[in-house]
């Protein structure tokens, strides 16, 4: 199953990168690291996590306080968020298909 990002979630993910990167040099790839493990667990197990919203679900990244937001779409999942755990929930809402 392949995976696509939705620009927005792309941003944040790039956002996120690059401010772990400026805490500490390497941090950055470190997240990156935790956020790609994390998509290769939903790859692998797509209905394993918990409903985020109706059409969504949520898979938590190991040492970050982030989840990554996702809906299955046929043959593909979108990442529809890579979402700081400690921001309102539901500002992603409006990016789903």
Not at 33 to 48: D, L, T, W
Request: proline residues 6%; charged residues 25%; positive net charge.
């Amino acid at each position: 199953m392949r995976y696509t990002f939705h620009p927005s979630a792309q941003f944040e993910l790039n956002k996120a990168i690059d401010y772990y990167e400026e805490c500490r040099p390497g941090l950055g790839l470190e997240f990156a690291k935790e956020v790609y493990s994390a998509i290769q667990r939903i790859i692998q197990f797509p209905e394993a996590w918990s409903p985020s919203s109706e059409n969504t679900k949520r898979c938590l990244t190991n040492r970050f306080p982030y989840g990554v937001i996702y809906q299955i779409l046929d043959e593909e999942i979108l990442i529809v968020a890579v979402m700081q755990l400690n921001r309102k929930p539901g500002y992603w809402k409006n990016r789903m298909k």
